[in-house]
């Protein structure tokens, strides 16, 4: 059985959007892009970090709004249109039994300042998935984001 699969309680991380999977959708211009999902979805623009990142929500759910081009695997790969980040309770034992199913590794666990331990795997259909586990409770101003309505 994945690691995954059983519900423990989580560190909590404000520099985290609420929910268990969050889909990550690529724009060309994020902010543009997230003040159009604002007003004509009804998301609440939480977190923004620079141009290149923005987290929304809408209820429990959230969307990341991403920069397509800072996720390529380097000139010439082109842009990726979405990735799903998946909370997982341990990363590494997941990312252990991810290896072990042969799953092909992007980037190996590592921690971040923000407060998370994420490693990404592509699955068969070449999608892009990253499990991330909350460390660390981080003020989102402590890494340069810019926390607009964490409520």
């Avoid at 892009?33 to 429990?60: C, D, K, M, P, S």
């Avoid at 407060?115 to 409770?137: C, I, L, N």
Wanted: with cysteine; charged share 20%.
């Amino acid at each position: 059985m994945c690691p995954a699969s059983v519900e423990r309680p989580r560190q909590v991380n404000r520099s985290m959007p609420p929910g268990t999977i969050i889909p990550e959708l690529a724009y060309h211009d994020v902010v543009a892009a997230a003040a159009w999902l604002v007003t004509a979805f009804g998301f609440r623009e939480r977190l923004r970090i620079g141009n290149h990142r923005v987290q929304l929500v809408y209820g429990q759910a959230s969307v990341v709004a991403t920069d397509g081009l800072a996720a390529s695997d380097g000139p010439g790969v082109g842009m990726k249109s979405h990735s799903l980040m998946v909370r997982v309770d341990d990363v590494d034992g997941h990312h252990r039994h991810v290896s072990a199913s042969g799953g092909r590794i992007l980037s190996a666990p590592q921690t971040f300042p923000f407060g998370e331990r994420q490693y990404t795997v592509e699955d068969p259909g070449g999608h892009r998935w990253t499990f991330t586990q909350s460390v660390a409770d981080v003020d989102p101003r402590d890494w340069g984001g810019q926390a607009i309505d964490l409520g």
